[in-house]
């Protein structure tokens, strides 16, 4: 077992220790120190086409190998997206994944997609798209905190980090993103309710106000016609227990 001490995080970059007298560096492709062969080059490239991202290991500035990493999609992930799209809902996918790792991803799910992005970058993006239309952003992990609270609303997966938690406005219990389009249109449907529910209450006030003024109709009619206002927008407000998205 070796042991590792002088633990140092490269902000942006990676990490690097002391093992053995020699300082291994686990970092991006683009943020190593040393000269990579075109055969490695040619390697990397072909594995970040594949959606898995590359860091390379090195020891005392002399490269030991690479490690390739890939997040796995979702099962319901392609279905979340095709449903919001079905809603008129556009996606992106903001990353600190390498671009050509990024792009595998995002065509797989046929969405948009930023990517070498820290939390800052995704900050900053962020704001960009919020300024063109209401946003919300979607995460689970520390870095993603900033951006949903950035976000016209946070929304965290019920799995993700007790600080992404905190950051969201509101969470997916079940840890489903299917649950996000059904969430959107039951938001929808509680606008649409709402404005009938306030239509239907102003203008049968409104109406009986202007007969029984004119003498049209009597008070106890007006008073019935209220008590009826209040059955009707109840009853128009239950229908959305059987919303199912």
């Known amino acids: 077992t070796l042991r590792a001490g002088a633990q140092r995080t490269l902000a942006g970059a990676g990490v690097e220790a ?13 943020k190593v120190t040393v000269a990579l062969p075109p055969h490695w080059q040619a390697r990397i ?19 030991l190998g690479t490690l390739a990493l890939r997040d796995t999609q979702r099962a319901d992930a392609r279905d979340a997206v095709e449903k ?27 969405m948009d997609y ?3 992005l820290l939390p800052a970058d995704k900050v900053t993006a962020v704001n960009a798209l919020n300024a063109r239309a ?15 609270k950035a976000a016209t609303i946070g929304i965290a997966m019920g799995s993700g980090t007790d600080v992404a938690l905190a950051a969201a406005d509101a969470a997916l219990t079940h840890n489903r993103l299917a649950a996000l389009p059904e969430m959107i249109a039951l938001a929808r449907a509680t606008h649409r ?14 109406v009986f106000l202007v007969t029984t003024l004119l003498g049209l109709t ?3 009619l007006a008073v019935l016609a209220d008590t009826g206002a209040t059955v009707l927008v109840t009853a128009n407000a239950l229908r959305l227990l059987r919303k199912r998205g």
């Open 18 to 30: 002391q093992v053995e007298g020699r300082l291994l560096r686990i970092s991006a492709p683009d």
């Open 193 to 206: 309710n709402i404005r009938q529910n306030i239509t239907i209450a102003l203008g049968l006030k409104a």
């Open 218 to 220: 009597g008070l106890w």
């Open 84 to 110: 919001l799209r079905a809603l008129g809902v556009g996606s992106v996918m903001l990353t600190g994944d390498n671009p050509r790792a990024a792009a595998a991803t995002a065509g797989e799910l046929s």
């Open 45 to 63: 490239r072909a594995q970040e086409a594949q959606g898995q991202t590359v860091i390379v290991v090195t020891a005392s500035d002399q490269l």
């Open 134 to 148: 209401p946003l919300a952003v979607v995460g689970d992990g520390i870095n993603d905190a900033p951006a949903m």
């Open 114 to 116: 930023r990517a070498g």
